[in-house]
């Protein structure tokens, strides 16, 4: 005759390690939407920090140039990535003057000496310097022939990754994690478990 014996001993081993992998699985969802929830805060943070650093960017600009990579429940990490060349100068407030050319960039305004304006014939407008061999040669400019010494080399400025690395920009997201993170994911916690009605 078949039987069925319930063993209850094993019964509430099984049933505890459902409840304890069921709480670790709330812990887990909270911490990734608390995680998640403080990198979008750290991203725009970030941009307001790299300009106030003195990389006198737009935060548009600077937003475009940070991701965030999301956390997961098999990688509990967060991560604001930020990429992008060096900028070119004149977008740091280029303006030109008798002595060359002027960038606000790093806790103030720069003179540099020598530089120049200009608009490359396909649109390109830049902040460019002679190099030390350049040659006067014959160009057309706007259908007419002008001289003109070249080679010439457009210049660039920081880079938002540099911006990044600036530690007054770490200080500042730091002191922002330690300030928000806490109290972001005891309310995560809170309305998971509010949710299912634990």
Known sequence: MAGFSVNVRSNVDVLTMELLASARDMRDQATVRALNKMGDQVKVAAARSVRDAGYNLKIGDIKKALKVVKATQGNLRATV?????????????????????TVSVLKGRKVIAGAFIATM?????????REPNARHK???????PAWNALPIRELYGPSIPDGMANAAVQEALMA???DKFPGILEHEHEWLRRKLGR
């Open 121 to 129: 014939p396909g649109g390109h407008k830049g902040v460019f310097v």
């Open 138 to 144: 014959k160009v057309a400019r706007g259908g007419k």
């Open 81 to 101: 990535v930020a990429s992008g060349k060096p900028i070119p100068l004149i977008l740091y407030g280029a303006r030109a003057t008798a002595k060359g050319v």
């Open 176 to 178: 922002l994690i330690a």
